[in-house]
């Protein structure tokens, strides 16, 4: 009996590590590809605009499939798409290393981020899906804890790996170093992944629902990152907003009229399951506006080198770090809706500490600053992520899961351009204000530019506000699958779906 539990615990932990693998492997490539940019631009000999391709390719294709693998995941199976995700990860991130150098071919290297993505997509998608689908309810909490502290990890780690590999070796090994970790996933994986069957309520796959799912979510983001670049009225840009807001249009018609939907939107009837997604969504909202803005203010403002804005930054993946595990503990103890009210709190905290950074401010103040949110979003994202996917049968894990992961997503890449804009605003107000120029003298300019960045974080607050209200309104609802003595081996076994929450 010792024997048998023991095996069983080593499985369960070899199983939580391998979904980690996936995470910390998407959030590594998420920051290690830009620090090498400005290298992959010489070897080609491209302008700066051209070889952002490398990076908003992958974002395109990741934002159109994620929840088209959502849905796949519940067609053919977790564990079929977990695996393959893998293996499409690992096989472009060796054409990506590989293939441009020998052909010399920029295209070559935006093609094989495509495909790499491809593979991102699958296995970022489905990710909290495993967790609920084959993790035992007592031991959710502490598991979800553990993908949430590999990816702030990965996080971290990306820009200082990046940076040593493409200094010290080349920049095709920022890509070379995910094959070996994708080839012990899937060896991994394989063994220790329960199989799962095809369910048998399932008519066919809803082809034009994907179709216009992703050219409505890839305009979105193109016409977000672009728009900047471009300009917000120029026509590549209004006929890029058409075109998403047509497709999504419509696939919200197609959504609401097929049998088997990509996203059933009947889902969103429940009014805890609509909030808690809604929190999640604007948690990474409101954290992307300091993400992004924070290193300019820390250069421009502060006058750090980026080498040491970069070491300031890390304190914000320390406190996600120990936010993760910390919540791993606490999510089975406390529960998670008082672990997530009490997360808002310490994640608002950090915000308004943030709101009030003056040119003065002292280097261990920020560091505080990023600490706190970072404290408070990893704790926060644990709860939350297991009260969406506890709400809904099994049956639906991998569309919820896919769900999940766009709401990280994309309110990140809208609110860069959200807060983006208000910081330029600001400053421009302000300036004209106080009948500053920009060939004003330092003393007059910083305070200028600092109170862009205190009007861009007050955005920031206000969002955690909302953030903890909500929190304080949300109900938790454990869909009977995931109450105790239903099971946890993952099996897909029901002839049909079963009814949803709140219906």
């Known amino acids: 009996m010792k024997d048998a539990s023991s095996q069983k615990e080593t499985s369960f932990g070899l199983l939580v590590f391998s979904i980690s693998l996936a995470i910390f492997m998407s959030s590594l490539d998420g920051t290690i590809v830009n620090i090498a940019l400005p290298t992959i631009s010489e070897a080609f000999g491209i302008s700066s605009s051209t070889v952002s391709w490398v990076a908003t390719a992958y ?38 290393g590989m293939l441009p150098d020998l052909f010399h071919s920029f295209p070559l290297l935006v093609g094989s981020r495509v495909f790499q993505a491809i593979g991102g997509a699958m296995i970022t998608a489905i990710a909290p899906a495993m967790v609920s689908v084959y993790v035992p309810g007592e031991r959710r909490g502490a598991a979800m804890g553990t993908v949430m502290t590999l990816a702030a990890l990965g996080t971290a780690l990306g820009p200082s790996v990046g940076g040593v590999l493409t200094q010290f070796l080349s920049w095709n090994w920022i890509f070379f170093i995910n094959v070996p970790i994708g080839v012990l996933a899937v060896l991994l994986g394989a063994r220790v992944i329960p199989p799962g069957d095809r369910l048998p309520g399932m008519k066919r796959f809803d082809m034009w629902g994907a179709i216009l799912v992703f050219c409505g979510l ?75 803005l924070l290193p300019f203010f820390l250069e421009y403002v502060k006058g750090f080198p980026p080498s040491v804005s970069g070491l300031i930054l890390t304190a914000f993946s320390a406190g996600m770090m120990v936010g993760g595990i910390v919540s791993g503990f606490l999510h089975s103890r406390a529960g998670p809706r008082p672990l997530s009210i009490g997360a808002a709190v310490i994640l608002l905290a950090g915000y308004y500490m943030m709101w009030h950074l003056k040119v003065d401010t002292t280097t261990l103040y920020i560091v505080a600053c990023l600490i706190t949110i970072g404290l408070g979003m990893g704790l926060l994202i644990t709860p ?30 809208l609110g860069i ?86 219906l």
């Open 384 to 413: 939350l992520t297991n009260m969406i996917m506890n709400a809904v049968p099994r049956s639906y894990q991998g569309m919820v899961s896919s769900l999940t992961s766009l709401e990280r997503y994309v309110p990140i890449t």
């Open 218 to 292: 890839a305009a979105l983001i193109f016409s977000v990152t672009e728009g900047p670049v471009l300009g917000w009225t120029s026509p590549v840009i209004v006929a890029t907003v058409a075109l998403s807001g047509t497709a999504l249009l419509l696939f919200v018609r197609r959504e609401i009229s097929t049998d088997d939907p990509i996203l059933d939107l009947r889902l969103f009837l429940s009014r805890n399951f609509s909030m808690s997604n809604l929190v999640l969504a604007l948690v990474f909202l409101s954290f992307a506006g300091i993400n992004y």
């Open 59 to 96: 974002m395109l294709v990741m934002a159109g499939c994620i929840l088209v693998f959502g849905k796949m995941s519940d067609v053919i199976g977790l564990r079929s798409v977990f695996l393959s995700g893998f293996a499409v990860f690992s096989a472009g991130s060796f054409f990506c």
């Open 417 to 502: 351009a959200i807060f983006n804009l208000v910081f330029i605003q600001g400053v421009t107000s302000i300036a004209r204000h106080r009948g500053v120029t920009a060939s004003a003298p330092a003393t007059l300019t910083l305070p200028v530019l600092a109170a862009g960045f205190d009007l861009a974080f007050f955005g920031s607050f206000l969002l955690g506000l909302i953030i903890v209200i909500l929190t304080l309104i949300v109900r938790e609802e454990v869909h009977p699958d995931f109450r105790e003595g239903s099971g946890g081996d993952g099996a897909d076994h029901a002839e049909e779906r079963p009814p949803l929450p709140g």
